[in-house]
């Protein structure tokens, strides 16, 4: 099959309207293409090609090459051509990857121009990627679903987990499983407007702190320690402190998932931004350390000593992270179905400073890469992570700079960017620094413009409080948000862990919406 027809069934999906019939689709046309090329499929069709670090953004892709009248290109050709662009590094790099770029895109037609574009950029309109793309894989090798979202949770990979199933079948799947030094996607949280609420939801739960601070995911074999990020960024180097809590436990191996954060001489948190300077800075660590030293605290554990707890319920994992690691670098938790007692608990989180408590189901396997039922996070003020569609230029002072954001909630419960459902706009809470930031991230992930807005990839996640919900005809979901305001971008998540349309009615159903 070549390039021409997996755009054709691209746009097919993009136009249906019903999950399972984007799904046929997209399993029919793997099928076709069996192991090899069905691979090389999903690496385009689920927007792993734009991990690949091509280099390649909007602008590049402007001005392209006439479009060839015949169709000539295949779909593995197209992947290891991308591969290629990918590993060009060293000086001139980025002109020879434009040239590069522009012989494949000189030997695509018209239609399969617009389908690599929409690759590269991530603006691929089928529904949530990864997921529609894993169902459509399961179904095609006629496996259980359970069994691919399984392995894409260990493997991490699209396209290895495709060849596996589309080759291998169950047993193939059966042998993703957690390896010590290959991160996880993380367990997210979804919302709830107070602890009474959340506490319904799971019934007695463990109640613990909700960090302001950055993920990070341990691994640990003997002597050697990587830490990564939720996005699975390997920043070892960067926390000397994290790897030095790691090697001071008494295990061999082992898994852990807690929060890095700075915190001051009172033991109060630093700013988040402090934190998330501190992780992302490739600088002098020790001297960096001096400045703003951080702590680290574990709330879970996920393999000990050769021992796989993933699927282990919440009570046990605990238990084992209890044994093996020390008070003090635990996330302080209780564990009550006593209202009265979770809400004394809120209020004394809060009174140290952190940012809300986290309830969690005691019976709850570790859902990882994917916003489990079983860990609720409550806030003491209504914020969501929403992403940027779009921003309109300001005007006054703020001439010059993009200012008005359009905000979005991912349509889908499901992993993956989804399509975009807007919610509301803002200008407010946004400093000098923060608005010249903006605007050269926006600019920089620029897709269309008119004379007063610019619409972007969506990619930038920005925390957003608020003060309630409205009805509102003029937006998708009918609800707006009332009196928006920016409170920080969080560079630290992805697109597809924004928060859902479905988070946002649960909002408005407990304010009787």
């Known amino acids: 099959m070549g390039l021409r027809r997996l755009a054709e069934v691209s746009g097919a999906v993009a136009a249906e309207g019903g999950r399972r019939a984007k799904v046929a689709l997209l399993a029919e046309c793997l099928r076709e293409l069996g192991p090899e090329e069905g691979a090389a499929a999903v690496v385009l069709l689920s927007g792993e090609a734009q991990r690949l670090r091509t280099g390649v953004g909007w602008a590049s892709l402007r001005d392209l090459p006439t479009p060839a009248d015949e169709a000539s290109l295949g779909v593995r050709e197209v992947e290891r051509e991308l591969e290629r662009i990918a590993g060009v590094h060293g000086a001139g790099a ?3 990857r434009r040239r590069m770029l522009a012989g494949l895109f000189g030997r695509a037609t018209a239609v399969e121009q617009g389908f690599l574009r929409a690759v590269l950029v991530g603006d691929l309109r089928q529904g949530a990627l990864d997921a529609l793309v894993g169902d459509a894989v399961a179904q095609a090798a006629g496996v259980p679903v359970a069994a691919v979202r399984r392995a894409l949770m260990f493997r991490g990979s699209a396209r290895a987990v495709a060849e596996a199933a589309l080759s291998g079948g169950a047993p193939a ?10 991160p996880v996607r993380p367990m997210l949280a979804a919302s709830a407007p107070d602890v009474a609420s959340a506490l319904e939801r799971t019934g007695p739960a463990a109640v ?9 995911q341990v691994h640990r074999a003997g002597g050697e320690v990587a830490v990564f990020t939720r996005s699975l960024d390997d920043i070892t180097a960067r926390v000397p402190e994290v790897v030095e809590a790691a090697l001071a436990l008494p295990v061999e191996t082992a898994v852990l998932d807690g929060e890095a954060i700075a915190l001051g001489r009172d033991g109060r948190p630093r700013p988040f931004q402090e934190t998330a300077a501190r992780t992302a800075s490739r600088q002098d660590p020790e001297r960096l350390r001096a400045e703003v030293p951080l702590s680290v605290y574990f709330f879970d554990l996920l393999h000990r000593d050769g021992e796989e707890l993933v699927d282990r319920p919440g009570r046990e994992r605990w238990a084992a992270l209890a044994e093996a690691v020390p008070d003090g670098l635990r996330v302080a938790r209780i564990e009550t179905g006593d209202l009265d007692e979770a809400l004394a608990f809120f209020r004394g989180t809060l009174a140290l400073g952190h940012e809300g408590v986290l309830v969690k189901d005691p019976a709850a396997g570790y859902a990882a890469g994917r916003r489990g039922a079983g860990w609720i996070k409550v806030k003491p003020r209504h914020t969501l992570d929403l992403v940027v569609l779009a ?13 008005n954001l359009h905000l979005g909630a991912r349509a889908s419960e499901e992993p993956g960017p989804g399509e975009w459902v807007m919610l509301g706009k803002t200008f407010k809470g946004l400093t000098d620094e923060t608005l010249a930031w903006q605007t050269a991230e926006l600019l920089a992930r620029e897709t ?3 004379e007063w807005t610019v619409r972007v990839r969506p990619e930038l996640v920005v925390e957003i409080a608020f003060d309630g919900l409205q009805r509102s005809p003029r937006y998708p979901a009918g609800l707006a948000l009332r009196f928006a305001r920016v409170v920080r971008y969080r560079p630290d998540k992805r697109a597809d862990e924004a928060d859902t349309v479905a988070t946002v ?9």
Not at 208 to 216: F, M, P, Q, T, Y
Not at 505 to 513: C, I, P
């Open 94 to 96: 980025q002109a020879e």
């Open 505 to 513: 009615r649960e909002l408005a159903a407990a304010e009787g919406l």
């Open 448 to 450: 269309e413009r008119d």
């Open 391 to 403: 921003a309109e230029w300001g005007s006054g002072r703020r001439r010059g700079f993009l200012s």
């Open 208 to 216: 613990e702190w909700k960090l302001d601070g950055i993920r990070v």
């Open 173 to 182: 799947l059966a042998a993703f499983r957690l390896e010590v030094g290959r």
